[in-house]
């Protein structure tokens, strides 16, 4: 299952790999015509295909693409939630973004999604890397580490909670016991630092299952060669490993990023994005003004910082397509 | 590769030894702290492992909130969703792959959109069609918005780009309906891919939290994460233990069937970089 690299996961409608029954004098005739491979049916059979599509489409255009066409709309006009006479209002809900802490939101999202990018990428590649050493029994462990991505983020928030309890929490033992002041959440900079490490703790594991699919599509020979030739470990993955690594690693930032960027099940118990909004990102001032405040929330501001959120998330979208097509060049040639 | 020097792997062992551990702390603690009394909870000098474990508290918990319930809506809603999504996934994903048809450019890239936004974006806006059709608060306002994974389609498409056209043409001439051909030949090819998307799915769905919180209020309807914060709420400040004991109960479970689905997991997280 590590397809994803390989040319074969092209987005592109035809990418079936051709072969000689397709390039029959219909298909030759028509240049592009990447969209008749597959089987032409005849007769009635040519329905055959709306029906099985029918149901995805109908569910994604009316639960992501018509909502979002909505929500740029909505994000123009005044009025709250259940209101039905919309007054168009130019950029105001914009304007009361920033008005109501959504810079500082949109500052604090930065902030957590570097802090998690990083810490999820140099941890999961470090333990990647150990794990892809061949010495029995490594194998088996790397389940241990995929343990926190699958259990459920409310009730690793309640953990994470107790272990930044004042005096009793983990952390606050080790502190106290170094003679060290204690660290809380009810502190800014603690609390932000507090959701980065539970949020990379919770998601890194994904990272290293990436890495580790990435390492093995390595050319072995490569790497023996190097050996022989008295490349040490060191030089072996900084000179050889990493460089021919590069595409996966920005692939999986990508990936990291998208997911830094849709946190919120973890801020969300852990910190109420306090304190002082410290760890409010943009996804959590969405919920917020949609919901979170009640009548004082302003529906508006929520779906104009939703659509500054798709707007980043399409950014680092348009990237990763653009990473994928030219590690697949770089495949090809 | 037993080339590598004694020391060394003795070095990759500590290490990798070292980092389990970190990454598995969090998860003793609660254990020793769902298993501890009162008193140890507030002393910060007890002992990290209880001396006398409290086995009360698991049932102290248990009984303090509908867990079974919690249970039951969580499970009902995994399964259907996660069944709808394959069998929607499979159908177009099949669809894409095997036939070509007019406009299949056209619909295809707008399943692909699907992919590119990001549900949280539309969050408000799906919440207000729910309500405009009065689906707050019941069991399809949660389910049909999540029956449907435009990822499912793409994974499941890219699988049946793999397998031979050459089966279905063979089956046409003896005269197998179009579905038949689909069910009976292609689907049975696509199990690998199917128990591996199903796991990945099925974990995802059951630890999902952003859309039952906006969606449902009521307590009958909630599932165990929702449930978690109702019970977290009930608590005094001092009942670490029991917040410990009910989050141990919702973690068990997705260890179990992680554990005994460990390589369809890891299979499953591994298919989902194309996202």
Not at chain 1, 205 to 232: I, Q, T
Not at chain 2, 71 to 87: C, E, R, Y
Not at chain 2, 140 to 154: D, E, H, R
Not at chain 2, 217 to 229: A, H
Request: glycine residues 8%.
């Amino acid at each position: 299952m590590t397809s994803w690299i390989q040319p074969r996961s092209s987005i592109a409608p035809d990418a079936r790999p051709r072969r000689s029954r397709a390039s029959g004098p219909r298909r030759a005739g028509r240049p592009g015509s990447g969209q008749y491979s597959g089987a032409r049916l005849h007769g009635w059979r040519r329905l055959t295909p709306y029906p099985f599509v029918a149901p995805v489409l109908a569910l994604t255009v009316l639960f992501s693409v018509f909502p979002l066409v909505l929500v740029l709309r909505r994000s123009l006009y005044a009025g709250n939630i259940f209101d039905t006479n919309l007054r168009f209002a130019g950029l105001a809900n914009y304007r009361l973004v920033f008005a109501t802490g959504g810079g500082h939101a949109l500052i604090v999202t930065a902030v957590f999604t570097a802090g998690f990018v990083a810490v999820c990428m140099l941890a999961g590649m470090a333990i990647a890397l150990l794990l892809d050493v061949r010495l029995p029994g490594l194998t088996a462990v790397r389940a241990l580490f995929v343990i926190p991505l699958v259990v459920p983020p409310v009730a690793t928030a309640f953990i994470w909670f107790t272990l930044f309890q004042p005096d009793t929490g983990f952390f606050n033992r080790v502190l106290v016991a170094l003679d060290l002041p204690q660290a809380t959440l009810s502190t800014p900079g603690t609390a932000l630092i507090a959701v980065i490490g539970f949020g990379a703790w919770q998601f890194f594991g994904e990272v290293v299952l990436l890495y580790l699919a990435a390492l093995k599509s390595l050319p072995r020979d490569v790497l023996e060669a190097a050996s022989v030739d008295g490349a040490g470990a060191w030089a072996r993955l900084r000179r050889i490993r990493l460089p021919l690594l590069r595409h996966q690693t920005a692939l999986i930032a990508v990936i990291a990023t998208l997911t830094g960027l849709q946190t919120f099940t973890q801020i969300y118990i852990l910190t109420n994005g306090g304190p002082q909004g410290a760890t409010q990102t943009a996804l959590y001032y969405v919920y917020q003004e949609a919901f979170g405040l009640g009548a004082s929330g302003s529906v508006g501001a929520a779906d104009a910082m939703a659509v500054l959120l798709f707007a980043i998330s399409l950014l680092v979208t348009i990237a990763q397509l653009v990473i994928v097509s030219r590690a697949q060049r770089a495949q090809a040639s | 590769m037993s080339r590598l020097p004694l020391a060394a792997r003795i070095a990759v062992y500590f290490l990798v030894a070292l980092s389990a551990l970190a990454v598995l702390f969090p998860l003793l603690w609660m254990v020793a702290s769902a298993l501890k009394s009162n008193g140890e909870i507030i002393n910060p000098r007890s002992p990290l492992i209880p001396a006398d474990p409290q086995w009360s508290n698991l049932s102290s918990a248990w009984n303090a909130a509908p867990f079974g319930r919690f249970f039951l809506n969580t499970a009902i809603f995994s399964a259907v969703t996660t069944a709808g999504q394959i069998a929607t996934g499979m159908l177009a994903g099949y669809a894409f792959a095997m036939f070509s048809f007019p406009a299949k450019r056209v619909l295809f890239y707008l399943v692909l959109s699907g992919l590119m936004i990001p549900f949280t974006v539309v969050l408000v806006p799906v919440v207000q069609l729910l309500a405009d059709v009065g689906w707050i608060n019941t069991y399809q306002g949660l389910i049909v918005p999540n029956l449907a994974s435009a990822l499912g389609c793409f994974l499941f498409r890219q699988f049946f780009l793999g397998t031979p056209l050459e089966l279905a043409e063979a089956a046409r001439i003896d005269g197998a309906s179009e579905w038949r051909i689909f069910l009976r030949i292609y689907a049975p090819l696509a199990t690998p891919m199917t128990a591996a998307f199903t796991t990945i799915a099925f974990l995802q769905n059951w630890n999902n939290f952003l859309f039952p919180l906006v969606v449902t209020s009521s307590e009958k309807l909630m599932m165990i994460s929702q449930g978690l914060t109702i019970f977290e709420g009930q608590l005094n400040q001092v009942s670490w233990n029991l917040l410990m004991a009910g989050s141990l109960i919702a973690v068990v479970p997705v260890l179990i069937v992680a554990m005994f689905a460990q390589r369809k997991v890891v299979d499953g997280l591994t298919l989902g970089a194309i996202r």
